[in-house]
């Protein structure tokens, strides 16, 4: 006898007759298309959940986050680059229909009506049936979903330079720059250097650590006149004398030259 089936019910006057129409049908009448939430359907839900978060720890130990050099709010050519799984949405970002003047329909309106659609599945689509092809409004939104994610990532992936990017945080020596120094005083007057080497003069975006390579003043002149490589020349802002004073404080690795600090450091 199945379960719930064939069974009398004795009434008792003293026993309430209560409504039993919210009650639900027995799991028996739908062979293969339900069942119970505890255990089964739970257990398969932490199965699952239990071997993403394995994966993801394995990630995180394998491949730890990488770090960057310290923030310079001074350093204007700086690109940010998100996490890979907000991508996507960075890339949304540089076609012109969600750029610009649209910036709030790339970043408020088109992610807003995407994920609210996809929160709105269970009541667009109401159908019994668990197999995906036949629930084709859920399926066709999920499928357009990850498609329009895989697609918008792997074109960021692919248009951005990862080379530039990892230069611009790539974390230096520190170099303890005297800033109180005439030569620190004109670098700061220099709104060109700043822009591609940073406040700190450790590099930027555009720019390279000034500290980076052993050149001597004279030739740090000549690459400050004429320029060196993707360096433009006659950028420097200043007189003559600003020119040489910049030249041996860059020389002598961010130290007054007069004071001899450099040379000492060098000996030692």
């Known amino acids: 006898m199945k379960r719930g089936k064939g069974m009398k019910f004795v009434g008792d006057s003293r026993v309430p007759v209560r409504d039993t129409k919210n009650i639900p049908k027995d799991y028996s009448e739908y062979p293969g298309k339900t069942e119970a939430f505890w255990p089964n359907y739970l257990l398969k839900e932490w199965m699952v959940g239990s071997v993403f978060l394995i994966g993801f720890m ?9 770090l960057e050099r310290i923030a310079d709010p001074t350093d204007s050519g700086y ?3 998100p996490d890979w799984y907000f991508l996507f949405l960075f890339q949304l970002l540089k076609y012109e229909f969600a750029a610009g003047d649209y910036t709030v329909i790339g970043a408020v309106v088109i992610p807003g009506v995407a994920f609210g659609a996809l929160l709105l599945v269970p009541w667009l689509d109401r159908g019994k049936e668990r197999r995906p092809h036949k629930r084709p409004i859920g399926s066709g939104l999920m499928l357009l979903a990850v498609a329009a994610i895989i697609f918008l990532t792997w074109e960021a992936v692919d ?3 990862w080379e530039a990017a990892a230069d611009q945080g790539e974390i230096v020596e520190d170099v303890e720059v005297d800033t109180s ?4 005083e004109v670098y700061q007057s220099q709104d060109s250097c700043i822009s591609c080497h ?3 003069m450790l590099g930027g975006a555009a720019g390279p650590n000034i500290f980076a390579s052993d050149y001597d003043a004279d030739e740090v002149m000549d690459i400050i006149v004429n320029g060196l490589n993707d360096m433009p020349a006659g950028q420097f802002e200043g007189s003559d004398e600003e020119l040489q ?5 860059i020389a002598n690795d961010g130290q007054d030259p007069d004071n001899g600090s450099g040379a000492e450091d060098d000996e030692e």
Do not use: K
């Open 245 to 249: 004073i910049l030249s041996e404080f």
């Open 181 to 184: 120094a005439a030569g620190y």
């Open 79 to 81: 690109i940010p680059i």
């Open 198 to 200: 940073g406040g700190d």
């Open 159 to 161: 248009d951005h330079d």
């Open 58 to 66: 394995v990630l995180a130990a394998t491949h730890p986050a990488p």
